[in-house]
């Protein structure tokens, strides 16, 4: 059984940066899977950060491209987001998914895995 386990979050200030991760247990060398970071602020939807294919193709939100960086340690297992000039409106709780496709579907669906969350605040 896949199980997702995320960390890293904290609290910054504005402009600052964080780095989460993500560790993935109950993978097989053989599976394959679209792996990607989402949100959910209070009172807001969940919304997809980022996600990166098993071929390491990479989407990123409007809202978090050239700040965000999505990566991967297949021997590790784990998933990354490296988010940098960070603002207020980046405060959420982060949660880690995963889906058993080859490719990500480029609107962010198809995700059955999910982690517990972490959250990151941003102060001004």
């Known amino acids: 059984q896949v199980q997702l386990v995320e960390s890293g979050g904290g609290s910054v200030q504005a402009g600052g940066s964080l780095k989460l991760s993500c560790t993935a247990y109950g993978f097989a060398a053989s599976d394959y899977f679209c792996m990607a970071w989402f949100r959910q602020a209070p009172g807001k939807e969940r919304e997809g950060v980022a996600q990166?294919?098993?071929?390491?193709?990479?989407t990123y939100a409007d809202s978090v491209k050239g700040r965000f960086t999505i990566s991967k340690d297949n021997a590790k297992n784990t998933l990354f987001l490296q988010m940098n000039i960070l603002k207020p409106e980046d405060t959420a709780m982060y949660y880690c998914?995963?889906?058993?496709?080859?490719?990500?579907?480029?609107?962010?669906?198809?995700?059955?895995?999910w982690g517990q969350g972490t959250q990151v605040t941003v102060s001004s």
């Open positions: 998914a995963a889906a058993r496709i080859w490719y990500c579907s480029s609107d962010f669906t198809n995700f059955n895995y």
């Open positions: 990166i294919s098993t071929v390491d193709t990479t």
